[in-house]
């Protein structure tokens, strides 16, 4: 069992919050306390608007220990519309129907599982963007 | 300050790559480790750098440094692991040449084993991915193939390059295992085979991908010349260790291995040679977009034109740089934290004289470079055939 592994991410896990360097301006994810660009302190928490796009993807045939359940599956790097990439599963849509340049939206839906009685991961997850630069429904 | 130690290698060993069932990871490791000390004509070195990845995951078994020393006839001796996912081999050498150079030590055994068959499905495919980031990629259900998928695709989008563009790495990594009866895969393949192959992670295929296997392979490095045979030798030219983000989405550039640039730069740079002096290439293909990603980082291709020195044949045996020349990851298969030092082992045999059927004709300075994960770790190194009076 890792409960406290990933309890200590839930902030992250369900709202996608990270921290952005009050130095530079650089808005990081996952949060690193340390700003990449600039070397200075960054822990001010910010909390990510979870838009973005779709910028790679792959569909995973062989999964690990804990995935085998929802083999295939397609794990995308999206680009965060605040800047940065996230690695991250693309749930509501097929396997082939995913292309670079894709509006997604976060979700939260289950990661992994261990087991009859072992422990459900959540966390985040991108669908397609439901709604449109006008806010309506597509 | 006082003339740099130069530092020679004096032998090397190593098993064939593949499943070896029967045979535990330190009968593994002597099978090297012997035939590699008594070509060296040395009892005993002063201290033994072990290059490995995997065994406290799949083995259950660490400590590897105790148990080598012990179980080779070497009890006392210093020895020690050296971790860095795929790129532990190189990064084993690179401990011992630090310590020989320090002056502390005069004799070094380094020693790359793996054994990845004590387990089997999802168990290694989680331990191979331990190289990532756990929190951040592999959570996500992220695998080592994925992560390279995820730079593939990206690759083939920003470069306009096709799948079928990456059969020429493949293709040459086996038609050079052919000939290395050492190697995991020696069979001929063509570029339809490779167009037709399965998915792993797509866009990544069964033939992009380099097979995990057991292996191990040694080598016995000396400061200075006083043990040596007369004869040609080999000696190692330059040496370098970079590191970049864990995680590939926290990349500047996804599609350029800083760490593999930066430390080929400095390794060309104390050997004093341009990229196209160089004779061969051992680099980290265990997926071919890294084999182009590779070739780019150390200066042989252009940003984005990696691939092309597949497509036209660069890379054969007799071409402008040959690499993989006993089949790579691909095909000689990828003993993990024993690949740096098969890479080793290759280019001092292609120095040498002795790679036999593999013989690259007239080979002077040879290149090896390994990665941890998608190019977290790079370690390069340059060695030297020499004549010696």
Same mark, same amino acid.
């Given at each position: 069992?890792?409960?406290?592994?990933?309890?200590?991410?839930?902030?992250?896990?369900y709202?996608?919050?990270?921290?952005?360097?009050?130095?530079?301006?650089?808005k990081?994810?996952?949060?690193?306390?340390?700003?990449?660009?600039?070397?200075?302190?960054?822990?001010?928490?910010?909390?990510?608007?979870?838009?973005?796009e779709?910028?790679?993807?792959?569909?995973?045939?062989?999964?690990?220990a804990?995935?085998?359940?929802?083999?295939?599956?397609?794990?995308?790097?999206?680009?965060?519309?605040?800047?940065?990439?996230?690695?991250?599963q693309?749930?509501?849509?097929?396997?082939?129907?995913?292309?670079?340049?894709?509006?997604?939206?976060?979700?939260?839906?289950?990661?992994?599982e261990?087991?009859?009685q072992?422990?459900?991961?959540y966390?985040?997850?991108?669908?397609?963007?439901l709604?449109?630069?006008?806010?309506l429904?597509? | 300050?006082?003339?740099v130690?130069?530092?020679?290698?004096?032998?090397?060993?190593?098993?064939?790559?593949?499943?070896?069932?029967?045979?535990?990871?330190?009968?593994?490791?002597?099978?090297?480790?012997?035939?590699?000390l008594?070509?060296?004509?040395?009892?005993?070195?002063?201290?033994?750098?072990?290059?490995?990845?995997?065994?406290?995951?799949?083995?259950?078994?660490?400590?590897?440094?105790?148990?080598l +020393?012990?179980?080779?006839?070497?009890?006392?001796?210093?020895? $020690?692991?050296?971790e @860095?996912?795929? %790129?532990? &081999?190189? !990064? /084993?050498?690179?401990?011992?040449?630090?310590?020989?150079?320090?002056?502390?030590?005069?004799t070094?055994?380094?020693?790359?084993?793996e054994?990845?068959?004590?387990k089997?499905?999802?168990?290694?495919?989680?331990?191979v991915?331990a190289?990532?980031d756990?929190?951040?990629?592999?959570?996500?259900?992220?695998?080592a193939?994925?992560?390279?998928?995820?730079?593939?695709?990206?690759?083939?989008?920003?470069?306009?390059?096709?799948?079928?563009?990456?059969?020429?790495?493949?293709?040459?990594?086996?038609?050079?295992?052919?000939?290395?009866?050492?190697?995991?895969?020696?069979?001929?393949?063509d570029?339809?085979?490779? +167009?037709?192959?399965?998915?792993?992670?797509?866009?990544?295929? $069964?033939?992009?991908? @380099?097979?995990? %296997?057991? &292996?191990? !392979? /040694?080598?016995?490095?000396?400061?200075?010349?006083?043990?040596?045979?007369?004869?040609?030798?080999?000696?190692?030219?330059?040496?370098?260790?970079?590191?970049?983000?864990?995680?590939?989405h926290?990349?500047?550039?996804?599609?350029?291995?800083?760490?593999?640039?930066?430390?080929?730069?400095?390794?060309?740079?104390?050997?004093?040679?341009?990229?196209?002096?160089?004779?061969?290439?051992?680099?980290?293909?265990?997926?071919?977009?890294?084999?182009?990603?590779?070739?780019?980082?150390?200066?042989?291709?252009?940003?984005?034109?990696?691939?092309r020195?597949?497509?036209?044949?660069a890379?054969g045996?007799?071409?402008?740089?040959?690499?993989?020349?006993?089949?790579?990851?691909?095909?000689?298969?990828?003993?993990?934290?024993?690949?740096?030092?098969?890479?080793?082992?290759?280019?001092?045999?292609?120095?040498?004289g002795?790679?036999?059927?593999?013989?690259?004709?007239?080979?002077?300075?040879?290149?090896?470079?390994?990665?941890?994960?998608?190019?977290?770790?790079?370690?390069?190194?340059?060695?030297?055939?020499?004549?010696?009076?």
């Amino acid at each position: 069992m890792e409960i406290a592994r990933h309890w200590r991410l839930q902030q992250q896990r369900y709202g996608l919050v990270g921290e952005q360097c009050n130095h530079c301006g650089m808005k990081l994810f996952p949060p690193r306390d340390v700003c990449p660009e600039c070397a200075q302190e960054a822990k001010e928490l910010y909390r990510f608007s979870g838009k973005g796009e779709v910028f790679s993807y792959a569909t995973v045939f062989d999964a690990p220990a804990g995935y085998e359940g929802t083999t295939p599956y397609t794990v995308g790097l999206v680009k965060l519309e605040e800047g940065p990439l996230v690695t991250a599963q693309l749930t509501d849509v097929d396997n082939d129907g995913v292309e670079i340049g894709m509006q997604v939206e976060m979700v939260t839906r289950k990661l992994r599982e261990d087991g009859d009685q072992g422990m459900l991961v959540y966390g985040y997850k991108f669908r397609p963007c439901l709604r449109n630069e006008a806010g309506l429904l597509t | 300050m006082s003339a740099v130690i130069e530092v020679f290698i004096a032998g090397t060993g190593h098993t064939a790559v593949g499943e070896h069932w029967g045979i535990s990871l330190r009968h593994l490791a002597w099978e090297a480790i012997g035939p590699a000390l008594q070509a060296a004509q040395l009892k005993k070195p002063d201290a033994i750098f072990v290059g490995n990845m995997l065994a406290a995951r799949i083995s259950e078994q660490q400590n590897l440094g105790a148990l080598l +020393a012990d179980f080779c006839g070497l009890r006392g001796t210093e020895a $020690v692991t050296v971790e @860095a996912a795929g %790129a532990s &081999g190189g !990064a /084993a050498m690179r401990q011992a040449l630090l310590a020989l150079r320090s002056g502390e030590i005069r004799t070094a055994l380094v020693v790359g084993v793996e054994k990845t068959t004590d387990k089997v499905g999802a168990d290694v495919t989680s331990a191979v991915a331990a190289g990532a980031d756990s929190d951040w990629e592999l959570a996500q259900g992220a695998t080592a193939p994925a992560i390279a998928a995820l730079i593939m695709r990206r690759y083939m989008h920003e470069h306009g390059v096709h799948l079928e563009q990456f059969a020429g790495f493949a293709v040459n990594s086996h038609a050079n295992a052919c000939v290395n009866a050492d190697a995991m895969f020696r069979n001929v393949l063509d570029a339809t085979r490779y +167009a037709q192959a399965g998915m792993v992670a797509s866009p990544v295929n $069964v033939l992009d991908s @380099a097979p995990d %296997a057991d &292996g191990a !392979a /040694a080598l016995v490095l000396t400061a200075g010349t006083g043990q040596l045979r007369p004869g040609l030798r080999v000696r190692v030219a330059a040496s370098s260790l970079a590191t970049d983000t864990l995680a590939v989405h926290d990349r500047r550039d996804v599609l350029v291995f800083a760490a593999a640039k930066l430390s080929a730069q400095r390794a060309l740079q104390q050997a004093g040679l341009a990229p196209d002096q160089i004779d061969l290439a051992e680099l980290y293909d265990r997926f071919s977009v890294f084999a182009a990603l590779s070739l780019e980082a150390c200066g042989f291709a252009q940003r984005g034109e990696g691939w092309r020195l597949a497509a036209n044949g660069a890379i054969g045996r007799s071409g402008r740089l040959p690499i993989s020349t006993f089949g790579g990851l691909k095909a000689r298969g990828n003993p993990g934290g024993a690949t740096g030092v098969y890479q080793l082992v290759e280019v001092t045999r292609q120095l040498a004289g002795t790679a036999e059927a593999n013989q690259v004709v007239g080979a002077k300075w040879g290149l090896a470079q390994c990665l941890g994960s998608s190019g977290a770790t790079a370690v390069t190194h340059i060695l030297q055939g020499v004549e010696s009076n």
